[in-house]
């Protein structure tokens, strides 16, 4: 069981439920057939686990290649930097790449913009003429 403040059930709400359901399985031993979210409402909703652990699978093996190569995404700035346990690495990785997002103010569409004129770094946008700048 899971309490949510939704009033209706989302799909996510299912996919956390085979994640846990799979832990319950793997301490008991056998998997829950049922699982129920109780809404903000106060109602209870029962699903039958079976229906959605097909996808549960497809999804977690994704996540879980996705995990064993993280380098292919460069580490852009984001919210969760502040609290992220990488965020020493990504910093260095910009700082040594001459990142253009260090530019104060900079946005990405600017940076998309700079990258598709040849500009990559701080370096080149420094160096670059006002006729060579988008």
Wanted: hydrophobic letters at 35%.
């Amino acid at each position: 069981m899971d309490a949510k403040l939704a009033l209706e059930p989302k799909p996510y709400f299912l996919i956390q439920l085979c994640n846990y359901s799979e832990h319950v399985a793997r301490l008991q031993g056998t998997m829950p057939a049922h699982a129920y979210v109780i809404l903000g409402s106060g109602e209870e909703r029962k699903f039958r686990l079976e229906d959605f652990s097909a996808y549960y699978r497809h999804l977690k093996e994704r996540f879980l290649a996705r995990m064993q190569s993280p380098a292919d995404a460069y580490p852009y700035e984001c919210a969760h930097c502040a609290v992220c346990p990488w965020r020493e690495q990504c910093e260095q990785r910009r700082d040594a790449d001459d990142y253009l997002g260090l530019v104060a103010r900079m946005r990405s569409d600017q940076i998309e913009k700079l990258a598709s004129s040849g500009i990559t770094t701080i370096a080149q946008l420094a160096a670059a003429s006002p006729a060579g700048r988008p």
